[in-house]
């Protein structure tokens, strides 16, 4: 096989997994049908949309005989059965989200045959992983978004903010198990099936990739004059941060406030990164990246410690802006080294586009749960809250401001990150020769 033609063991060209596949695909259509007769809309949408990936192969090959395993498509149906017809069967809703997590693996598993994409199980797992997570966040969001706009009650039913939110951290949770579980199902079948006779399925050929520095979009001009200060300027100005927090940790010290001191040691921290990676790597980061991560974290620390995120309304909405765009950036830049330096990875531009925002609605899901888990914890030991959650509002407002983030990466950050990215892939192939 092929090493840039991976996951062959999901379909099956066999009289009897066929029959078993397209026996699961007309219990989805009738579980369809049952919920949206009794106007659960959301599992209808759901039902079709598992419907369509699972009979994608069949018809991209033209043969019913090519469908998935049937043992894979079990722990689909599985759940969304229980959810239509017998929820209580489930405790929690783990197995909602093991489903989710094995719809997603089904769909990389096709990007990855019939596009131009290329990915190894190993990328492929951690990218369903993301999307799990990215989902759970995604779905939870959009029914708020529809409660604040339209008075719907997906989410706010006339409960307390705090009850409210405790229910959606709980789902968080629960995606995230699920994620883990299933990415540690899909290892084990990925590693027993490998050394297996492949099978007679002929797959389109890939078209080899080349890489360049311009191969993805540069940044509109009128972005680029309006935020087109000297470097000289934007390197001042990250100094001037940095004093800043050095001020704030030495206000934190004469005040024996630790909680400052520590949002400031952090905060200072992370602005150095840049120069450790020169320093480690030789990497010599542009002003304007530099700039970008020291004025994420200095608004974090001067909202902390001046009490801002309570005094003044939008403050929290812009710090998890600019924190979300310098997250989806590094998600980006990660991603984009992967794609350079490994010839079995390859994500078009397109599709970068949208890793942008699972990365960031899946980081959101996690800072979330991190945030609950710390408050409940410190609640539970009676000591000062360090993350604090101030309700479901807060939550999804801080996921909605993720993305806002997430969408000034996505449209015209990447050209620095672009050429990040390959100075670190060059500084990766330089320690590889040294070696």
């Known amino acids: 096989m092929d090493k ?17 596949s397209w026996a699961i695909v007309i219990v989805l259509i009738i579980v369809a049908i049952i919920n949206f007769s009794e106007g659960r809309y959301t599992w209808t949408v759901l039902t079709i949309f598992t419907i369509i990936v699972i009979i994608l192969p069949a018809l991209h090959f033209r043969n019913p005989k090519v469908m998935p395993t049937w043992y894979l498509l079990f722990l689909v149906i599985l759940p969304l059965i229980a959810s239509t017809t017998a929820s209580y069967l489930f405790l929690v809703r783990i197995p909602v989200y093991i489903s989710i997590a094995t ?20 990328f492929a797992i951690l990218l369903v992983l993301i999307t799990t997570l990215a989902v759970t966040g995604l779905w939870h969001l959009m029914r708020w978004l529809l409660d604040i706009s339209l008075g719907t009650s997906f989410i706010l039913d006339g409960r307390g903010e705090d009850i409210l939110n405790a229910e959606v951290m709980h789902e968080f949770i629960y995606s995230t198990i699920a994620g883990l579980i299933s990415g540690l199902i899909f290892a084990w079948y990925f590693k027993k099936e490998r050394l297996e006779k492949t099978n007679n399925i002929i797959f389109p050929e890939k078209i080899p990739t080349t ?5 993805f979009s540069k940044p509109p001009n009128f972005m680029l004059k309006l935020f087109g200060v000297s470097p000289s300027k934007q390197a001042a100005l990250t100094h001037f941060m940095q004093i800043c927090l050095v001020g704030l940790l030495i206000i934190g010290v004469f005040s024996r406030d630790l909680h400052v001191i520590l949002n400031a040691i952090l905060a200072l921290f992370i602005t150095f990164i840049p120069a450790l990676m020169k320093k480690r790597f030789d990497l010599n980061l542009m002003p304007s990246l530099v700039l970008w991560i020291t004025l994420a974290v200095f608004l974090d620390a001067i ?14 909405n812009l710090t998890h802006a600019v924190s979300g765009s310098v997250v989806a950036a590094a998600g980006y830049v990660i991603v984009r080294v992967i794609d350079i330096y490994d010839n079995e990875v390859h994500l078009p531009p397109r599709l970068m586009f949208i890793f942008i925002f699972l990365f960031i609605l899946a980081v959101g899901v996690i800072w979330e749960i991190l945030e609950y888990v710390t408050d409940v914890f410190a609640i539970w030991v009676g000591i000062d809250v360090f993350l604090v959650q101030y309700g479901i509002h807060d939550t999804m407002g801080d996921m909605f401001f993720n993305l806002v983030g997430a969408f000034v990466v996505a449209t015209w950050g990447t050209l620095y990150l672009n050429k990040i990215s390959f100075k670190i892939v060059e500084a990766l192939q330089q320690r590889k020769l040294d070696k």
Not at 211 to 215: A, D, R
Not at 303 to 316: L, N, S
């Open 303 to 316: 909202g902390t410690t001046f009490g801002f995120y309570e005094t003044i309304d939008r403050w929290d």
């Open 4 to 20: 840039t033609q991976h996951f062959t063991h999901l379909l099956q060209d066999n009289k009897i997994n066929s029959f078993l």
């Open 211 to 215: 890489y360049s520095e311009k191969s």
């Open 103 to 122: 719809i997603s693996l089904l769909l990389v598993a096709e990007i990855n045959w019939f596009t131009s994409v290329k990915m190894n199980p190993k």
